[in-house]
């Protein structure tokens, strides 16, 4: 027995020094200690020792145990020790490198316009307003002295949901339902999505982004209008910015004009961005009309007040120079880091 037992313990001894992983420790410690171990099958044959030895031999087979089991116990700390050192030269960290950078984003150059246009006019007491995009027909059209046999109603410049439901085709319906409020003297913006019947090309697609602004209260006049729109110009052109204001023609406005602004690469002496005119139209405006304001429930007689509607594609265009306005909706990151 003794011989069988120096035998099983001899071979564990080597199996361990051999062993160059975890995972074979663990399979030895089964082959000599689990249930079905060589030394559980020893203690199995204790029946067959004759009764005065065997608490020798009992002894013998415990001693055994308790080398193999500190034998393993060492081998695995080494090898853990071992694992662990050349864990640590794959990963090792060099702190003199530099940091990988974030790919941090930042603003479409469409936000960036209209937060500065926002800024422009929040400076000057005006309020922020949305509204929805899916309009009815009467806020769209009816309420902006846009009649039924109005052109603009042609199922080819607007897109119809129903008879009563159009996607807004500008934000001026915003502006009505603020009217309609009630809550007088208005000073207001109005940014938000809108839609037509356009063919996509350089400077024109079915949905874009259009600002409109609306002042209401009493005795404001064309000369408050060209003050305002010659201070915007200023603060998002330069200082230097000069208007010009051309007779047009708008169904919610009376009189209506165009604005133009001083080319501000040229300085207005003429180049190629601005054509050799020395001008840029950038927007539409004029006094809002009575019958709108009669049917927002405002007495003409009493308030009078004036609207203006400028395209944000086409100020971040003009700021940024760019000229491609299928730019702004491509998404090529070499494109918009730019900005």
């Not at 982004?209 to 209260?217: A, C, K, P, T, Y």
Request: hydrophobic share 35%.
């Amino acid at each position: 027995m003794k011989d069988q037992l120096d035998k099983i313990r001899e071979d564990a001894l080597k199996q361990i020094e051999a062993s160059d992983a975890l995972e074979k420790l663990n399979e030895i410690r089964v082959a000599y200690l689990g249930k079905k171990g060589e030394l559980t099958s020893v203690l199995k044959s204790m029946k067959d020792v004759p009764p005065e030895e065997r608490p020798k031999v009992g002894q013998m087979v415990n001693d055994a145990r308790a080398i193999i089991e500190n034998r393993l116990e060492e081998a695995k700390a080494s090898l853990a020790k071992k694992a662990r050192e050349e864990q640590m030269k794959r990963e090792v960290i060099d702190v003199t490198l530099p940091a990988k950078r974030n790919n941090v984003g930042h603003s479409h150059p469409n936000t960036i316009a209209l937060e500065e246009v926002e800024r422009i006019f929040v400076g000057m007491g005006y309020e922020v307003v949305e509204g929805p995009e899916v309009e009815y027909d009467l806020y769209n059209f009816e309420k902006l002295n846009i009649p039924k046999n109005h052109p603009a109603r042609d199922e080819q410049d607007t897109f119809y949901i129903n008879d009563s439901i159009v996607l807004r085709s500008q934000t001026s319906p915003v502006q009505v339902r603020t009217m309609e409020q009630g809550k007088l003297p208005i000073r207001m913006i109005a940014p938000g999505r809108v839609f037509r019947s356009d063919e996509v090309d350089a400077t024109h697609s079915p949905s874009f982004h259009q600002i409109e602004g609306l002042v209401i209260d009493k005795n404001i006049t064309f000369a408050d209008l060209k003050g305002t729109l010659a201070e915007f110009a200023k603060e998002l052109f330069g200082p230097e910015t000069k208007v010009k204001f051309r007779p047009h023609h708008f169904p919610f406005t009376e009189p209506s004009a165009e604005v133009d602004v001083t080319c501000f690469k040229c300085g207005g002496s003429g180049c190629r961005f601005c054509k050799g005119s020395g001008w840029i139209e950038i927007l539409g405006c004029g006094m809002v009309h009575p019958n709108v304001l009669r049917m927002s429930g405002i007495d003409p007689d009493e308030y009078s007040g004036f609207a203006f509607g400028v395209g944000l594609e086409r100020i971040a265009l003009l700021k940024y120079e760019i000229d491609d306005m299928r730019l702004l909706y491509e998404n090529d990151i070499r494109f918009l880091r730019q900005f």
